[in-house]
């Protein structure tokens, strides 16, 4: 084999023409064989009409086709069972065989409504060649109810056109224009207005159109379909677009019989850890982000996620971050009929800087703190875990941001924060409200005096203490329109309780039309 051939890019195309359908059959079947027995059709609105949008079989064999109209249908087929349209259901369960697909390759990418590629370049042989392949991933499918074509070729769009007209097919690099060349051009999806305009101008096959200088072609249908022409026959390609994107590393286990047992699972587990560290060493990298999937035998994928604030170079240090992940999950890990698959990949990597340890302890001291930030992230998820940073901003509420604390802790750890003035009461709230409570402040002294009482939550509060204002203007360049200028007050009541409240405007303030413009008094947060 030459070296051009064994680094040839090779798609499989998978398309299931009765997902719909399909797809209801299996949720039914479980309670009723009485599908099996009666036509049945999935029907949708078009154009103010009640449409055939899938069928099954014994609808077809039946006369029945997709794009009838249902009162046609049920005069054909008295019997017919109707089902009405789920495009969200379908997208989900399409969805969900691209996550079983991962198992073949980690590039699946979707091709709507009812297909999807996979990129098998270099890695048929893992199951025994691409004939083997397509029969096994046809075979697991059809077993779960779906009706599927596939096909195998050098470009995504041959592949595509394949399927539509004869599955089962495996085109050799160099031979796609003599595989398409008799199929129809409606098998180029192109659409149907061009569909038409090929068959009017004598063009019915792929060949015939491929008889013309291209030209010709991109004059009449436009440059997007001279390309698809040219993919199709196996003279140019576009890329395919993966859901996911590749992971840096990706290690595996395949399992001749599956596991279920949550001791075998986490030593498997632990054993790709020391695998995937291993191929991250000789790069000098640690990961970032790590995801472990957990392929059941009946199809279904379980993807678990970890993130680290400093790359990770041990495998006990991933071993106890999913170990924290695995026993904190409300859904826990459903094994079923056992995995056949487990995949543990390093789905963000960094370069490890090697830093003096032994003579600085700071340094200890932050791995042990990122180490712990990690654990709880892991159990409870890392958005619940902040670092709070300065903002250069005199307001209130702006002053602080809650950020992650894994991708931030060095910044929180080296942050300036203003130092408190010796002697004097803080001048800042020990909690700060994120958003002010409004107060009811009867009657207070114009024009920027405190009040005497207001009620903040049904209690009302006597005002013994009080030291203010400080005027606060909000920032005019970030705001759409006039903000009001706030006066804060440190207020104590007669219970000993401090609050800082607000004066949001002024008493003198006039609002556009030269009225008084409307005060509102708010608690903004509570001192120590």
Same mark, same amino acid.
Request: net charge negative; hydrophobic share 45%.
């Given at each position: 084999m030459s070296a051009s051939s064994a680094n040839r890019r090779r798609i499989l195309s998978l398309w299931l023409p009765r997902l719909p359908i399909d797809r209801i059959k299996r949720k039914l079947s479980a309670t009723s064989d009485a599908l099996d027995k009666a036509p049945s059709v999935v029907v949708a609105k078009q154009h103010n009409a009640i449409v055939i949008h899938a069928l099954d079989d014994l609808a077809?064999?039946?006369?029945?086709? %997709?794009?009838?109209?249902?009162?046609? #249908?049920?005069?054909?087929?008295p019997e017919l069972t109707v089902f009405d !349209?789920? /495009? $969200?259901?379908?997208?989900?369960?399409?969805?969900?065989i691209a996550d079983w697909c991962d198992r073949f390759t980690p590039l699946v990418a979707l091709d709507p409504p009812y297909g999807l590629y996979l990129d098998i370049t270099g890695c048929a042989?893992?199951?025994?060649?691409?004939?083997?392949?397509?029969?096994?991933?046809?075979?697991a499918?059809?077993?779960?109810?779906?009706?599927?074509?596939?096909?195998?070729?050098?470009?995504?769009?041959?592949?595509?056109?394949?399927?539509?007209?004869?599955?089962?097919?495996? %085109?050799?690099?160099?031979?796609?224009? #003599?595989?398409?060349?008799?199929?129809?051009?409606?098998?180029?999806? !192109?659409? /149907? $207005?061009?569909?038409i305009g090929l068959r009017r101008a004598g063009l019915k096959t792929i060949g015939d159109v491929a008889t013309r200088a291209p030209h010709e072609i991109t004059a009449r249908f436009g440059a997007h379909f001279t390309a698809l022409l040219a993919q199709?026959?196996?003279?140019?390609?576009?890329?395919?677009?993966?859901r996911k994107p590749l992971p840096d590393y990706i290690v595996e286990k395949r399992f001749p019989e599956p596991v279920a047992t949550d001791t075998v699972i986490a030593l498997n587990l632990s054993a790709l850890a020391a695998m995937l560290v291993a191929a991250m060493d000789k790069q000098g990298k640690g990961a970032r982000r790590l995801d472990a999937s957990f392929f059941r035998t009946d199809g279904a994928v379980r993807t678990i996620s970890v993130e680290t604030g400093r790359p990770v170079t041990k495998p006990e240090v991933i071993d106890r971050l999913f170990r924290e992940r695995l026993d904190a999950l409300n859904d826990p890990l459903d094994p079923g009929f056992g995995f056949d698959l487990i995949r543990l990949s390093a789905g963000r990597t960094e370069i490890v800087v090697q830093q003096q340890r032994d003579l600085d302890a700071n340094v200890h001291d932050n791995d042990e703190l990122s180490a712990l930030i990690d654990r709880i992230a892991a159990r409870i998820g890392g958005k619940r875990v902040v670092v709070h940073l300065p903002q250069e901003t005199h307001i209130p509420e702006r002053a602080v941001m809650a950020v992650a604390a894994q991708h931030h802790l060095a910044i929180?750890?080296?942050?300036?924060?203003?130092?408190?003035?010796?002697?004097?009461?803080?001048?800042?709230?020990?909690?700060?409200?994120?958003?002010?409570?409004?107060?009811?402040?009867?009657?207070?002294?114009?024009?920027?005096?405190?009040?005497?009482?207001?009620?903040?939550?049904?209690?009302?509060?006597?005002?013994?203490?009080?030291e203010g204002p400080e005027r606060v203007a909000m920032e005019w360049w970030k705001q759409n329109g006039d903000a009001p200028t706030r006066d804060y007050f440190r207020i104590e009541d007669e219970a000993g309780l401090r609050f800082w409240i607000f004066r949001d405007g002024l008493y003198e303030q006039a609002d556009g039309q030269g009225e008084p413009a409307p005060v509102r008094w708010f608690v903004h947060g509570l001192f120590a």
């Open positions: 077809v064999h039946a006369g029945l086709s %997709i794009g009838l109209p249902l009162a046609n #249908a049920r005069a054909i087929c !349209a789920d /495009e $969200a259901a379908d997208r989900k369960t399409l969805d969900d042989h893992l199951f025994g060649g691409e004939r083997a392949l397509l029969q096994i991933v046809c075979g499918l059809s077993r779960r109810g779906f009706a599927v074509s596939a096909a195998i070729a050098s470009t995504s769009v041959c592949a595509r056109t394949l399927t539509r007209q004869a599955s089962g097919k495996i %085109i050799a690099e160099g031979e796609e224009a #003599a595989a398409v060349a008799p199929l129809p051009v409606s098998a180029l999806g !192109a659409g /149907e $207005a061009i569909t199709a026959l196996g003279e140019g390609d576009a890329p395919i677009s993966p929180a750890v080296q942050a300036a924060w203003p130092e408190r003035i010796e002697s004097e009461p803080p001048l800042r709230p020990l909690r700060l409200f994120d958003r002010p409570e409004p107060i009811n402040v009867p009657f207070a002294t114009v024009p920027d005096g405190p009040p005497h009482q207001f009620t903040w939550r049904r209690v009302t509060h006597a005002v013994v203490r009080v």
